[in-house]
């Protein structure tokens, strides 16, 4: 197999060596694990980000494709001395790239190359080594590079009236880190081309054996598969603490009941791994009871649903700020009575912030807890509508005053069952206390899914009978959210009343 080796190829075998070979000799393995919502959401945000970013160099010239038309193309291009081009492509060597942005400079018959991130910062693992392949492989394919930029989104950005480029983008010059590196990514460069030139499958685990679970590559479980599906790669935040989950791997320890007892780890670790191997559910009562005991009614059960707009839609919104669009409330105005549920969704294509905060006034009293799963989201949410709707600062800040996060019972510890596996999110509580309620049936089943739709409803010519279907199951999922968080209060209160 004639092998060549594109950036992407090669920010990938620099993450999992062994990913990046499956990537090229078996695509069907590798592309076997479907793309996450969330994962889908990004390349769109990124694409979305890259085609505002060229707004910045006027009169550019798009080449689009990878074969070798386009690859012809671009050197029909270059050798006219076209200023501006955006992704043009280039292959030496076995090695293949598009630039984002490549700039001309006709007095020194040099280029600048822009890489567009559709990150607020800078990723000096990744980013620096991206660009500094191209460098090389420009150079290889004859081109004298002047300066190497990154172009990003600036998080200290504040859209008033129209959108203002270059107060939205950031751009860095990296030339300097890029020609300190530049040699030693040629030599990584040409090792990539060598290990994934290589015919046979590599053998042993891949990298990602010493990494937390969350960060493990697409082919993890096929590359190894000695390792359990739930072991010491689940223990809670151990990727965090990387000198101690490679001790456990370098000694062949995989599995939760081979942990040494003398392992230092955290309370919450400690008890994820008690609560698994001796089969118990480590209950506090007494500290239950507390937290419980904290609520005046009526008690508020509240949710909201978010999009994080890369490149901010209206005013007093920064990039990724999180934008609320629907909120779910049950209302339990004591022990015994009927629980009430409110419901917003705003479906125009406006800011939501004014109906959104006007509305969850009319809904919530000048009494009661108001409880939340994971307070910081929710109160940040307030604080910064409160930016945008200053008349209603002071009853957001009561608000705010008033909130308590049902997930502190879980992360204190004072409840931890092993099918949590580590986890205090909703998603893992429920199932567990509660048993009968279930997302699995539900059309949206998560908040990057729900996110995406409501997006995809404002934004694109979608029919109104599909509208009122996403509508719909918005709707059903933010309800069975905040109903979930009622559910599991309730248990709780059952368990120790």
Not at 183 to 205: R, W
Not at 428 to 454: R, T
Request: charge should be neutral.
């Amino acid at each position: 197999m004639n092998v060549t080796v594109s950036k992407t190829d090669y920010i990938l075998y620099r993450e999992c060596k062994k990913n990046a070979w499956y990537k090229i000799h078996k695509p069907k393995i590798y592309a076997a694990q479907e793309l996450s919502e969330f994962e889908k959401q990004i390349i769109e945000t990124g694409n979305e980000v890259e085609l505002v970013a060229r707004q910045l160099f006027p009169g550019g010239v798009l080449l689009e494709g990878r074969g070798v038309k386009a690859q012809a193309k671009t050197q029909r291009y270059l050798a006219a001395k076209t200023e501006v081009l955006f992704q043009p492509i280039f292959l030496k060597n076995k090695f293949i790239a598009a630039v984002d942005i490549l700039h001309y400079h006709p007095v020194t018959g040099a280029y600048d190359i822009y890489e567009v991130k559709s990150t607020t910062d800078v990723d000096k693992k990744t980013h620096y080594h991206d660009v500094a392949f191209q460098v090389n492989l420009l150079r290889i394919c004859g081109l004298k590079v002047r300066r190497s930029y990154l172009i990003h989104l600036n998080s200290e950005y504040i859209r008033v009236g129209d959108l203002n480029l270059h107060k939205l983008f950031a751009i860095e010059d990296i030339t300097e880190t890029v020609e300190n590196i530049k040699e030693a990514v040629m030599t990584d460069m040409e090792q990539a081309l060598q290990y994934l030139s290589q015919h046979e499958e590599p053998l042993g685990y891949c990298e990602c054996v010493y990494k937390g679970r969350s960060n493990h590559c697409s082919t993890f479980a096929y590359s190894n598969p000695k390792v359990p599906t739930y072991g010491v790669h689940d223990i809670s935040r151990i990727g965090v603490s990387k000198g101690k989950l490679q001790d456990l791997i370098d000694v062949g320890i995989f599995e939760l009941k081979d942990v040494p007892e003398s392992t230092q780890l955290s309370l919450s670790q400690k008890n994820q791994i008690i609560a698994y191997v001796q089969d118990k559910i480590l209950q506090d009562k007494v500290n239950i009871k507390k937290e419980l005991d904290t609520f005046i009614f009526p008690l508020y059960f509240l949710d909201y649903e978010t999009f994080p707009c890369a490149i901010p839609r209206f005013d007093g919104f920064s990039p990724y700020q999180q934008m609320p669009f629907q909120y779910s409330l049950y209302i339990l105005e004591s022990l015994g009575a009927e629980l009430k549920h409110f419901e917003f969704l705003f479906s125009k294509t406006s800011d939501p912030s004014f109906d959104f905060a006007a509305s969850l006034k009319r809904n919530i009293g000048n009494q009661g807890t108001i409880i939340v799963w994971n307070k910081g989201f929710e109160c940040k949410i307030n604080n910064e509508m409160a930016k945008r709707t200053p008349a209603q600062k002071p009853w957001i800040d009561v608000v705010n005053a008033r909130v308590y996060d049902l997930m502190d019972v879980f992360s204190k510890q004072y409840y931890v069952h092993k099918d949590f596996k580590g986890r205090v999110s909703i998603k893992n509580v429920l199932p567990v206390l509660v048993p009968e309620l279930s997302y699995k049936d539900l059309e949206i089943q998560e908040g990057g899914v729900a996110s995406q739709k409501w997006n995809e409803m404002n934004q694109a010519d979608v029919t109104p009978p599909i509208k009122e279907k996403i509508i719909k199951d918005l709707k059903t999922y933010c309800a069975l959210d905040t109903y979930a968080m009622y559910a599991i209060w309730k248990h709780l209160y059952g368990l120790v009343n």
